[in-house]
């Protein structure tokens, strides 16, 4: 019994160590400065960009570049008026993670 109770719980240990690794890589590459998880910061809340690009087949590939050029300050973006800086210096593999991660439900 003792056996499998340990199994479950380091299943379950298993199955959220991606979930804690992309949330230190979000930390890591500077992102959680302006968004969180579950609420507005300066930018959308995780869970809000996942409610709106929900079932979009494009939404990695064009979210990493939109965080990979930012947005123009002046410029009304998708979130308001706040300009998303560039984030140029995270990896092409790092972002594929992180966005897949927020688009998941980020938790």
């Known amino acids: 019994m003792k056996l499998i109770i340990s199994a479950f719980i380091a299943a379950g240990v298993l199955a959220s160590a991606p979930a804690l690794a ?13 968004h969180l998880v579950d609420k507005k910061l300066v930018g959308p809340a995780y869970a809000e960009v996942a409610a ?5 087949a494009n939404a990695v590939k064009m979210l990493a570049a939109k965080v990979k050029a930012g947005s123009k ?3 009304p973006g998708v979130w308001g ?7 140029p210096n995270v990896k092409d593999a790092d972002m594929e993670i992180l966005i897949k991660w927020i ?3 980020a938790k």
């Open 22 to 34: 992309n949330l230190d890589l979000a930390k890591k590459s500077n992102c959680m400065a302006c």
């Open 52 to 56: 709106k690009y929900k079932g979009d």
């Open 73 to 75: 300050p002046g410029v």
């Open 81 to 87: 008026a706040v300009p998303m800086p560039p984030n």
């Open 103 to 105: 688009l998941a439900g």
